[in-house]
Nanobody, 115 residues
Framework: QVQLVESGGGLVQPGGSLRLSCAASERIFSTNTMGWYRQAPGKQRELVAAATSGGSTNYADSVKGRFTISRDNAKKTVALQMNSLKPEDTAVYYC?????????WGQGTQVTVSS
C-alpha cells in the first residue's frame, strides 16, 4: 500500500507562512490526483487544495490567493505553501492521494495559527 507522511506543521502567528510537505512511499504519476484536506475540531474534513490529473488546481474559497499547492513527481512529494495565515486556518491537515478507485490518506499534521 502507498503510505503518505506529512511534515511541516506547527505553530505560526497570524499573517505568517508555513509550508507543508507530503512524502509518498511510491512513485507519483501525473495521472494521480493529489490534494490537501483539513479538519478543525467539531467540523467536517474539507478540501483545501487539489492538483488533478488534468493539471488543473482547485482551492477552497477561503484559501484562494493565500495557499498554493505544488507537486514534484520525481521526489514523490506534494507541498502546500500557506501564506497570510489566519486563526481560522487552524486544523489538522491531511495529504490525500487518489489512484483510480483507491484513496490514500496521511496521518495528518497539526497547524495552529495563534499570537
Amino acid at each position: 500500500q502507498v503510505q503518505l507522511v506529512e511534515s511541516g506543521g506547527g505553530l505560526v502567528q497570524p499573517g505568517g507562512s508555513l509550508r507543508l510537505s507530503c512524502a509518498a512511499s511510491e512513485r507519483i504519476f501525473s495521472t494521480n490526483t493529489m490534494g490537501w484536506y483539513r479538519q478543525a475540531p467539531g467540523k467536517q474534513r474539507e478540501l483545501v487544495a487539489a492538483a488533478t490529473s488534468g493539471g488543473s488546481t482547485n482551492y477552497a474559497d477561503s484559501v484562494k490567493g493565500r495557499f498554493t499547492i505544488s507537486r514534484d513527481n520525481a521526489k514523490k512529494t506534494v507541498a502546500l505553501q500557506m501564506n497570510s495565515l489566519k486563526p481560522e486556518d487552524t486544523a489538522v491537515y491531511y495529504c490525500n492521494l487518489k489512484v483510480l478507485a483507491k484513496t490514500y490518506w496521511g496521518q495528518g499534521t497539526q497547524v495552529t495559527v495563534s499570537s
